[in-house]
């Protein structure tokens, strides 16, 4: 979140990193490179890198590296009626291009590799432009009096010897790495400045933009805790899902068979079918919204040896494909008839069901989650329900 914000950035606040923060997620979504908890935590970051600069100050003034480049100029030397040239025409080249627009040069020179990028930049600056190839490098460094290099280049595009022939030059090496090869000895009229020499022009935006600055930092933490918490109720939403599918498999099993044993005397109508279905539901929301709760308040809590217990509990594939957790494991597994009083349980949820380890919490949960496998016999209260039914005057339903 820090930095998409601009606060690792040279520039505090510059936009730049915005989009290159965006554009390293598109990168890894498009090779599958980013999970569920990865993405989620990336996005969060780039919208809170948005808020910051919509909501605070802090990419007010120098906005980027191409604009602090600029204005070190301003500062160093004669920027207006001069003839400006732009080495590169990337990401690095359009903001520096773009910066060079909003001064009173003469005339834009833009050198690129690829030399219709170079002329489609200089089609969209409001100074006059031109772009050119790399190759016409040597010539072009002779018309301009101020120079800017922002090149990924592996090799350094502007040679001692090209230097020697010019007249008063002023050069900024924005190269990544540089592309003005280092000097030896001073040449006169040529002055050379770097990526370190712009710490001056941006050491006085962050002091303008401290206070923005502190906005920004309280935000990131409230987006960050806020993020936290999301994290912990998808991990308890992963154990509720577990159990109320678990429960969902008993009751569906347990009304079929409460429909075929009333259906052996007479069938059933659809409505009769539907309150039997509606009881089964209600006794599945009933018995689970407080283990539900209580999983929710652990995951606040940090309490994640409740929420594997939970999980193990419901889901028999849990141990072995699911995240681990430092905590002892529960105890050995009790057996189906001491564990439920010799109530039947099909499998394989009588294997999942833990000796209840010391946690009060859960030792609720697993006698809920017991009494439910034994309440779920939806047919015996299908039978009470219709033999109640059945004794109400002008009863037309079929006795249980």
Known sequence: MRVAAGLESLVIGEDQILGQFRQAIKDAQAVGGLGSVLEAGLMKALRVGKRAREETAINEGVTSIGSAAVELLHRETRVSSATALVVGAGEMGTLVANAFSATDIEHLIIANRTTEHAKALAR????????????????????????????????????????????????????????????????????????????????????????????????????????????????????????????????????ERAVAKLETQEPLTEKQKSIINDMAEALVGQLLAAPTKSLRDAAVEDDWSTIQTAMTLFNPEFESTGPTFDYPQAGPRASEEADTGGKHIDEPFAQNISEPPSDGWFIQLAVEAKQLFKLARVYEYGRTSLRWWNQRPNANWVGA
């Open 124 to 255: 969209t600056v409001s100074v006059s432009a031109e772009g050119v190839g790399l190759e016409t490098l040597s010539a072009v460094l002779g018309q301009a009096s101020l120079v800017v290099a922002a090149t990924e280049s592996d090799e350094f595009l502007i040679k001692r010897e090209d230097l020697c022939r010019v007249a008063e030059t002023f050069i900024i090496d924005l190269g990544q790495p540089r592309d003005v090869e280092p000097l030896t000895e001073d040449i006169v009229g040529v002055s050379v400045r770097n990526m370190d020499d712009l710490e001056s022009v941006t050491a006085e935006t962050e002091v303008a933009r401290r206070s923005a600055a502190e906005d920004v930092e309280q935000m990131i933490e409230t987006e960050f805790q806020r993020l936290l918490a999301d994290y912990k109720r998808q991990r308890a939403d992963d154990a509720i899902q577990a159990m109320y599918q678990a429960a969902e498999q008993v009751k569906d099993r347990e009304y």
